[in-house]
């Protein structure tokens, strides 16, 4: 990696679970432990929409995600890190993940253009162009400060055609070499990533390029874009086996709680997802119960908490009834209340996860989940 060797990382399997292939571990960062399997909410502009940082540490949030393409634009990496990098500038003193830019290669596929050497995108803020080299999204990264950085890739959609699946394993494998190449820093872990679509013959040839490159951790892109839930978990019994073992595993993008419980039942130990914090925008809440869709008239006049097995403050303090009257009149104090439940909810989902695989009984929780509650969409 450059000219600087890896330093204050280091990744411990604590347990496995036995008829699973479910793990948990301790990945130490500099700036704090994270217990695996960890979910890491998603604040893509340097915020975790509503909810503020004291709170997510509250909620035992460990580790949070921002974006490489979105900080670029705004405020830009320079300005970051005049600032005192990501950490200080957010407010935000735990360990941070940054995604390179690779995902909007796919979201943003209708304003930008791509080939063997860049990405250049067109900003849909106000029509600048921005290029991202392999090299560019280390160096801004770097800039960022954030303690896990990833390699540019490119996240083809799941029914892009095999030659384009195949095109998009080779360019993210070369990538992957030219971003180990620049990177500087000793004190971030740089993570490759596997594509290859639901293909198992292209995930092997993903993982045959990038193995090599001794990355710290691995990371599964290119899945939750489109391929049924099936199909994911099939891509998923293939592909994580090609992954070290002593190395975090990440599932970029996947956040789903039963897709969560299946990808970590099958040994994956990293999660972000921005659906919690959506979902919350949209009136819709994950309950030990279910889904609860609180716009909902039948909630008119519940005086019961959202979910009575939760201690956060939107249960502890006010009423399904009051939630609702929160969205219809259309204040921002709703949305704010269901992103710190729904946040709540998923990290008591990997603190149960984690009790599950250290006490031989995840097979058991991903049972009691499917017969339990749905999880909607």
Same mark, same amino acid.
């Given at each position: 990696?450059?000219?600087?060797?890896?330093?204050?990382?280091?990744?411990?399997?604590?347990?496995?679970?036995?008829?699973?292939?479910?793990?948990?571990? /301790?990945?130490?960062?500099?700036?704090?432990?994270?217990?695996?399997?960890?979910?890491?909410?998603?604040?893509?502009?340097?915020?975790?929409?509503?909810?503020?940082?004291?709170?997510? /540490?509250?909620?035992?949030?460990?580790?949070?995600?921002?974006?490489?393409?979105?900080?670029?634009?705004?405020? #830009?990496?320079?300005?970051?890190?005049?600032?005192?990098?990501?950490?200080?500038?957010?407010?935000?003193?735990?360990?941070?993940?940054?995604?390179?830019?690779?995902?909007?290669?796919?979201?943003?596929?209708?304003?930008?253009?791509?080939?063997?050497?860049?990405?250049?995108? +067109?900003?849909?803020?106000? #029509?600048?162009?921005?290029? &991202?080299?392999?090299?560019?999204?280390?160096?801004?990264?770097?800039? &960022?400060?954030?303690?896990?950085?990833?390699?540019?890739?490119?996240?083809?959609?799941?029914?892009?055609?095999?030659?384009?699946? /195949?095109?998009?394993?080779?360019?993210?494998?070369?990538?992957?070499?030219?971003?180990?190449? @620049?990177?500087?820093? #000793?004190?971030?872990?740089?993570?490759?990533?596997?594509?290859?679509?639901?293909?198992?013959?292209?995930?092997?040839?993903?993982?045959?390029?990038?193995?090599?490159?001794?990355?710290?951790?691995?990371?599964?892109?290119?899945?939750?874009?489109?391929?049924?839930?099936?199909?994911?978990?099939?891509?998923?019994?293939?592909?994580?086996?090609?992954?070290?073992?002593?190395?975090?595993?990440?599932?970029?993008?996947?956040?789903?709680?039963?897709?969560?419980?299946?990808?970590?039942?099958?040994?994956?130990?990293?999660?972000?997802?921005?659906?919690?914090?959506?979902?919350?925008?949209?009136?819709?809440?994950?309950?030990?119960?279910?889904?609860?869709?609180?716009?909902?008239?039948?909630?008119?006049?519940?005086?019961?908490?959202?979910?009575?097995?939760?201690?956060?403050?939107?249960?502890?303090?006010?009423?399904?009834?009051?939630? +609702?009257?929160?969205?219809?009149?259309?204040?921002?104090?709703?949305?704010?209340?269901?992103?710190?439940?729904?946040?709540?909810?998923?990290?008591?989902?990997?603190?149960?996860?984690?009790? @599950?695989?250290?006490?031989?009984?995840?097979?058991?929780? +991903?049972? #009691?989940?499917?017969?339990?509650?749905?999880?909607?969409?």
């Amino acid at each position: 990696m450059g000219d600087r060797e890896l330093r204050e990382f280091g990744f411990e399997l604590e347990a496995r679970e036995g008829e699973t292939s479910g793990r948990a571990g /301790r990945w130490v960062t500099p700036h704090g432990v994270v217990e695996t399997p960890a979910f890491m909410p998603v604040g893509t502009r340097a915020s975790v929409k509503g909810v503020q940082p004291e709170e997510l /540490r509250r909620l035992g949030a460990q580790m949070v995600l921002a974006n490489t393409y979105h900080l670029a634009l705004r405020p #830009g990496a320079e300005v970051i890190a005049d600032l005192g990098g990501l950490h200080s500038f957010m407010g935000w003193d735990g360990p941070i993940l940054t995604d390179s830019g690779g995902f909007q290669v796919f979201s943003l596929a209708d304003c930008r253009d791509i080939d063997d050497e860049r990405v250049v995108f +067109r900003s849909h803020i106000d #029509g600048s162009l921005l290029e &991202l080299t392999p090299e560019r999204t280390v160096e801004i990264q770097e800039q &960022l400060g954030a303690d896990c950085i990833m390699c540019l890739d490119e996240c083809p959609p799941h029914d892009a055609p095999a030659e384009a699946l /195949r095109a998009a394993v080779d360019r993210t494998t070369k990538w992957a070499a030219r971003c180990r190449d @620049a990177q500087r820093r #000793g004190d971030q872990a740089l993570f490759g990533i596997l594509q290859g679509g639901t293909d198992a013959s292209l995930r092997e040839r993903s993982a045959e390029g990038l193995l090599p490159l001794d990355f710290p951790g691995y990371a599964i892109g290119g899945l939750s874009v489109g391929e049924s839930p099936e199909l994911m978990y099939r891509t998923l019994d293939f592909t994580v086996p090609m992954l070290p073992e002593d190395r975090p595993r990440y599932l970029m993008g996947v956040g789903r709680p039963i897709d969560i419980i299946e990808a970590v039942s099958r040994g994956v130990d990293l999660f972000d997802c921005v659906m919690p914090t959506r979902h919350a925008r949209n009136a819709t809440a994950f309950t030990s119960g279910g889904v609860v869709k609180i716009r909902n008239a039948r909630y008119q006049r519940d005086d019961a908490p959202l979910d009575s097995g939760c201690d956060c403050a939107a249960c502890g303090r006010f009423s399904r009834a009051y939630l +609702r009257h929160l969205f219809v009149c259309g204040e921002m104090l709703g949305p704010i209340l269901l992103s710190v439940h729904n946040l709540a909810y998923y990290q008591r989902l990997m603190r149960d996860l984690r009790a @599950a695989v250290k006490s031989n009984g995840l097979r058991e929780f +991903r049972l #009691g989940h499917l017969a339990g509650s749905g999880d909607g969409p």
